[in-house]
């Protein structure tokens, strides 16, 4: 696997190292080894998956606070989507700053988002298919979320208009109205 650094310290894009022939390729998606030799979680508590039936469908920007804040590695694995990472973290010179990356199935490029980071992604097809091994399992009660066009984050997001949103997406407040 190939690991690059965004420019928000300890947030990385993960490529793919495909060995093919003429039947297909085969390729490591995680390795505990080659995760801690980065400096990144090694440990993975659950994985999880989610379909988005129609191209415009956004999800987030989610986190986990105290404890049960995660890592997430996340990569698409059918369609594409705009995947984004917040840094949130209170001693971060990057606080308030996003990265953005189109996640391809076609391609099996992943991201990293560490803990203190909300997440979202927008779906670029239909039938969008995204695939999160996370550090820590799910805890609804430690949940929380902000608005995916807060204008302080200022995401540039590539579809905004005909979204396809939850009602708790569209309900979280903006950042800064954080405690």
């Known amino acids: 696997m190939k690991f690059t650094e965004t420019p928000l310290s300890g947030c990385f894009v993960i490529e793919q190292e495909r060995r093919g022939d003429d039947r297909g390729h085969f390729a490591r998606v995680f ?26 469908t956004l999800r987030g920007l989610h986190f986990q606070r105290g404890q049960d804040a995660e890592d997430k590695l996340v990569r698409c694995t059918r369609g594409r989507a705009f995947d984004v990472a917040v840094d949130l973290r209170p001693d971060s010179a990057t606080r308030g700053s996003w990265f953005g990356i189109e996640l391809d199935a076609a391609q099996g490029n992943m991201l990293f988002v560490p803990k203190g980071f909300a997440h979202g992604y927008l779906t670029l097809e239909d039938d969008t298919e995204m695939h999160y091994m996370v550090s820590a399992a799910y805890a609804p009660g430690s949940e929380q979320g902000y608005c995916w066009n807060d204008p302080t984050f200022a995401i540039e997001w590539p579809i905004t208009d005909g979204l396809t949103l939850s009602d708790k997406d569209t309900q979280w407040p903006a950042y800064s109205a954080r405690d």
């Open 31 to 56: 390795c505990t080894a080659e995760f801690a030799a980065h400096g990144l979680c090694a440990h993975i508590e659950q994985a999880n998956a989610a379909t988005s039936r129609t191209r415009g």
